[in-house]
C-alpha cells in the first residue's frame, strides 16, 4: 500500500533481528574487522567455543542457498 521499504529501514530491520538473536545466545558484541569477527559473550554463557566455527560454517551454507 505504501510502496517498497527504503533499504536503510530494511537494514535498520536486520540489525534489530541480528540484536536480539545474539541476546538469546549470551553475545554482548559483535566486532568484525580486517576480515575477522570477534565475538564476545557474557560470563554466564553457556556455550562451547569450539562448536562456533561448525555453526558459522552451517550458518554461512543456508545465506548461500538463499541468494
Known amino acids: ?5 527504503p533499504e536503510s529501514v530494511e537494514n535498520l530491520l536486520r540489525i534489530a533481528l541480528i540484536r536480539v538473536a545474539a541476546h538469546k545466545l549470551y553475545l554482548t558484541e559483535v566486532k568484525g574487522k ?8 557474557r560470563p ?3 556455550i562451547n567455543p569450539a ?5 558459522i560454517a ?3 551454507e543456508v545465506l548461500e542457498a538463499q541468494v
Not at 34 to 41: A, D, G, S, T, Y
Open 34 to 41: 580486517n576480515e575477522k569477527v570477534q565475538f564476545l559473550f
Open 51 to 55: 562448536g562456533i566455527p561448525d555453526a
Open 58 to 60: 552451517k550458518v554461512a
Open 44 to 46: 554466564d554463557a553457556k
Open 1 to 5: 500500500r505504501f510502496g517498497a521499504v
